[in-house]
């Protein structure tokens, strides 16, 4: 009889768990596909990748397997001047997003101008694609549309590389990586809520921002200041570095903690980093035995830091 009994109770617990995730999981997907993804949208899916979080291609959350967001000023394959434009590069292997491997997630009007138009179908990711956002219309509605320009233009991955050069290439979706796994989200949500809230922190996000996006990274709980549009309100590298480094350098009182081992062991120079050094120099600044604070010292190109900092800036 007691076996009996766990059994109907596995049962129970089995369909009570599984409705759950119906609604939890699957009930919002179809209301996310009928509503057209917005360019905010577009963006953060293709400069994010295929998951902002653990994934197969990168489990240990060090940031690989992840496209590179390139600004672009001249054409790669003619070298010809052209407005400035974004394009997000997938070298082979790097996986796709879900809006290019289900394109039916992009949207009313949207899907079916990227398969059209933009020839996203034609994307091989064990070749690598470009992919641009580009502005169009669909039974008269404008939209925003994911363009394959590696299938309409010719672009190949390694031209736009070399075309942007580093100076030009972020690593938002590395940065992301970064965010989620340094626990960044714990603090500081990426959802202002209120109407006072859009007051200091900017406008609240629309549900086709979030197509294609995994995880959301909403944030749990606000211990600091949202940051969805910290990038528009913040644009100085130079003060992200510092805050990174110690927060105490520009707020005195910040209880968020120092993010310098994301530095890495050597600077842009090459030179290894002396935190101890560092730390003790800026021990005697907050005594006030020096009148200036230790420069803080500037991060190498593959540093994670740089992917951090890339990822914040990106928001806006």
């Known amino acids: ?21 119906l609604i939890t999981l699957y009930m ?36 690989e397997g992840k496209p590179k967001t390139v600004t672009l000023t001249k054409d790669p394959s003619t070298n010809a001047d052209m407005e400035a434009v974004q394009a997000f590069v997938y070298e082979p292997g790097i996986p796709f997003p879900s809006g290019i491997n289900h394109p039916r997630t992009l949207g009313p009007g949207v899907t079916e101008v990227s398969l059209d138009k933009g020839r996203i179908g034609e994307a091989d990711d064990t070749a690598g694609a470009v992919f641009l956002i580009r502005r169009g219309t669909h039974q008269g509605e404008t939209l925003h549309y994911i363009e394959n320009a590696t299938a309409t233009r010719g672009w190949k991955y390694d031209q ?24 960044c989200w714990w603090c500081h949500t990426l959802l202002p809520e209120q109407t006072q809230d859009w007051q200091y922190f900017g406008i609240p996000p629309r549900l086709g921002d979030y197509n294609g996006e995994s995880p959301t990274a909403f944030g749990s709980d606000r211990k600091a200041p949202d940051l969805l549009h910290v990038g528009s309100r913040n644009s100085s590298k130079e003060w992200m570095m510092m805050h990174f480094f110690n927060p105490r350098l520009v707020q005195p009182h910040s209880i968020m903690p120092r993010y310098d081992y994301l530095w890495g062991d050597k600077d842009a120079e090459g030179k290894a980093i002396d935190f101890d050094g560092w730390r003790a120099a800026y021990n005697d600044y907050a005594a006030g035995e020096t009148l200036t604070p230790p420069d803080v010292p500037s991060y190498a190109s593959n540093s994670e830091i740089r992917y951090l900092m890339d990822f914040i800036l990106s928001l806006k």
């Open 28 to 63: 919002p997907t179809v209301d996310m596909t009928s509503v057209a993804v917005t360019e905010t949208g577009l963006t953060k899916q293709l400069s994010y990748g295929r998951i902002g979080g653990f994934s197969y291609e990168d489990p240990f959350l060090r940031g």
């Open 1 to 21: 009889m007691a076996f009996r009994e766990y059994k109907i109770g596995a049962r129970l617990f089995g369909v009570a768990l599984g409705g759950s995730m």
């Open 160 to 183: 736009v590389l070399n075309a942007g050069g580093d100076a030009n290439t972020a690593y938002v979706g590395s940065g992301k990586i970064m965010f989620v796994r340094e626990g």
